[in-house]
């Protein structure tokens, strides 16, 4: 592994960003880590260091993400491995979800990347290397989860534009992969990392139950484990030619060979209907 690498990792005060975050430091690695909240990030983390800059930023804001990827830049020299980890799980069907917290979700899940990878996109440009990792979720490539439709919309963009960036970024020895983690055994679905609709109708019986599930059942008996996660994610950084799409956990797995064995059913099943089209 080249522990001279510098890595920059979004939404790092607690799950997979945390455990990423203190594994990259126990291996000799250095790290920029971003938290809204400096002094939990501290707390939770360490103060700062000759290899630790912790650093608060406001991910969607342009000049707060600048600034953050500048004094990276300044601090280290240089920007290697940009993680994106931030966002939150956002419950709710489409009917109960406002506007408000539609946009919210897409804001913090969708833009900010979009926001860190806009800033750092020039630094990497100009060393001709680098690597982007977007954090999804298997969730990004399945919406068969009543309640989750909007975060699954935001994690399905996070897919699109992590494809059209590997293309995009190729030309300058830039690699991006989008991850897609199954359930982890983090505090993802606590406190502030889920987020519950304002307004909740009765009559989506399926939706309560699968909100139930999530926040009663599944919650501290995920199947995967984090640290395993943060391995896999610093290996896959070490790669020469990374994978586009990567799964991670077991359960991710299964889903996302589910989803492709139905797609795959559906559209050979309507084919002469799909192909009727043409002049």
Same mark, same amino acid.
């Given at each position: 592994?080249?522990?001279? *690498? ?7 005060? %607690?799950?997979? =960003? ?27 983390? =360490?103060? !700062? ?7 608060? @930023? $406001? ?10 990827? &500048? %004094?990276?830049?300044?601090? +280290? =020299? ?10 939150? =799980? ?13 946009? %919210? ?13 806009? *800033? ?7 060393? *001709? ?30 897919? #699109?534009?992590? !494809? ?5 970024? &190729?030309?300058? #020895? ?13 505090? +993802? /679905? ?18 309560? $139950? ?5 926040? *009663? ?10 640290? &395993? ?9 070490? @790669? !020469? ?21 139905? /797609?795959?059913? !559906?559209?050979? $099943? ?7 089209? $043409?002049?």
């Amino acid at each position: 592994m080249d522990t001279q *690498k510098v890595w920059f990792v979004t939404g790092a005060s %607690k799950g997979l =960003g945390l455990t990423l975050v203190k594994r990259l430091l126990n291996e000799g690695y250095s790290v920029a880590a971003t938290s809204r909240n400096l002094s939990e990030l501290k707390s939770a983390v =360490g103060s !700062e260091n000759a290899s630790f800059l912790p650093l608060e @930023m $406001d991910l969607i804001n342009e000049a707060s993400v600048a600034e953050s990827i &500048k %004094k990276t830049a300044d601090h +280290f =020299g240089k920007i290697d491995i940009i993680v994106n980890n931030a966002g939150y =799980g956002q419950l709710g069907t489409l009917e109960e979800l406002t506007d408000e917290e539609s946009r %919210k979700n897409f804001d913090t899940n969708v833009f900010g990347s979009l926001n860190v990878i806009r *800033k750092a996109m020039p630094y990497l440009r100009e060393q *001709k290397s680098g690597h982007i990792i977007n954090i999804a979720s298997i969730g990004g490539l399945s919406g068969d989860f009543p309640g989750w439709g909007i975060y699954c919309a935001t994690k399905f963009a996070v897919v #699109g534009f992590t !494809e059209s960036l590997a293309v995009e970024a &190729k030309e300058f #020895g830039i690699n991006a992969t989008v991850i897609y983690p199954g359930y982890f055994r983090t505090d +993802f /679905l606590t406190g502030g990392s889920l987020r519950t609709p304002e307004n909740e109708i009765d009559a989506y019986k399926t939706a309560r $139950d699968v909100q139930a599930a999530h926040e *009663k059942e599944i919650n501290g008996n995920q199947p995967g484990d984090p640290e &395993k996660a943060a391995k896999a994610m610093i290996e896959l950084a070490a @790669m !020469e030619n990374p994978p586009v799409h990567l799964v991670l956990g077991s359960d991710a797995f299964q889903m996302a060979n589910n989803k492709l064995s139905a /797609l795959q059913t !559906e559209i050979s $099943d309507f084919k002469t209907l799909s192909t009727s089209t $043409d002049y």
